[in-house]
């Protein structure tokens, strides 16, 4: 279901560019989306027992695995679990889910894990694929980890029965990288960190999700858009929401543009309250 349109027919829009909820339509690929991407990509190609994407909150994480969902040939199953938290044996409940593998709520721990082996050796035997995404990952406990980690363990001859793919936020590299840690560590073939956006790649961000949702890209002045990377940090959510007030702003004083004196009106009313302070891409 598509957001309320609000400020959109005003500007010659068809939606509103800069909603909060990720929409791969609206997917800039900034280099450093590309270079993640390309390591999800070769992280799946090559077998990787275990790849790792990191990044700030809105650094657009989750819009890269809705574009790699997208795009998974057949042939391969796919388990998601998000935001997954609990003690031993609780992960396991949370695979099982996503891959709608049905288990009495009884069952132990053991009987878990079985059903789960069965089920990795039963799509191997029929010639798929199977692929666990952890999103949030850094949710997981030291002990949720290990539990993954020990799944890299079921294997077929050479084969590596499920491919493991670990999103979350900067602490979760912080987590992996713990000597305690140091057997998962090793199974990483393949990672990438997503930093946040740079002055130019976020002027080009703002021009291009315009552009996507039929405007000219013009709709912000290039003052308004370095106002914007000044106080956004360069963090795609952050930036998606200081432009909807300001477009919001500029529509109710019936303004075809937004300007820094837009901007700078939203920051001074203080219903943007997102402001961050992290290493930018230029720094990475």
């Known amino acids: 279901m598509s957001c309320?349109?609000?400020?959109?027919?005003?500007?010659?829009?068809?939606?509103?560019?800069?909603?909060?909820?990720?929409?791969?339509?609206?997917?800039?690929?900034?280099?450093?989306?590309k270079r993640a991407f390309s390591i999800l990509e070769y992280g799946i190609l090559s077998r990787a027992p275990i790849t790792l994407i990191?990044?700030?909150?809105?650094?657009?994480?989750?819009?890269?695995?809705?574009?790699?969902l997208s795009r998974i040939e057949d042939g391969v199953t796919i388990g998601l679990v998000s935001n997954a938290q609990g003690g031993r044996g609780e992960l396991i409940q949370w695979i099982l889910n996503a891959f709608q593998v049905s288990i009495d709520s009884s069952a132990s721990y053991v009987e878990m894990f079985q059903a789960l082996q069965d089920f990795l050796l039963g799509e191997y035997a029929a010639g798929r694929r199977v692929i666990l995404i952890i999103d949030e990952a850094q949710n997981?406990?030291?002990?949720?980890?290990?539990?993954?980690?020990?799944?890299?363990?079921?294997?077929?001859n050479k084969d590596v029965l499920v491919q493991l793919i670990l999103v979350g936020q900067p602490e979760l590299r912080a987590m992996v990288q713990n000597p305690a840690m140091q057997q998962l560590a090793q199974r990483i073939a393949a990672n990438y960190h997503l930093s946040?956006?740079?002055?130019?790649?976020v002027s080009k961000y703002?021009?291009?999700?315009?552009?996507?949702a039929g405007g000219s890209g013009e709709e912000f002045t290039p003052e308004a858009r370095d106002l914007v990377y000044e106080n956004t940090d360069g963090i795609p959510r952050l930036v998606n929401q200081l432009c909807d007030f300001a477009m919001l702003y500029a529509w109710s004083a019936e303004e075809k543009t937004v300007?820094?004196?837009?901007?700078?009106?939203?920051?001074?009313?203080?219903?943007?309250?997102?402001?961050?302070?992290?290493?930018s891409e230029d720094s990475a």
């Open 4 to 33: 309320e349109p609000l400020y959109a027919p005003f500007f010659g829009l068809t939606e509103r560019p800069f909603s909060l909820v990720p929409d791969p339509e609206f997917l800039y690929w900034s280099p450093q989306h």
């Open 54 to 68: 990191t990044g700030e909150i809105g650094a657009g994480k989750t819009t890269l695995l809705q574009q790699l």
């Open 140 to 156: 997981l406990s030291l002990e949720g980890l290990e539990e993954l980690r020990m799944l890299t363990n079921i294997n077929s």
């Open 196 to 201: 946040r956006m740079n002055a130019e790649t």
């Open 206 to 212: 703002i021009v291009h999700r315009l552009r996507v």
């Open 259 to 279: 300007t820094a004196r837009g901007v700078e009106q939203v920051l001074d009313d203080g219903v943007y309250m997102g402001r961050q302070t992290i290493p």
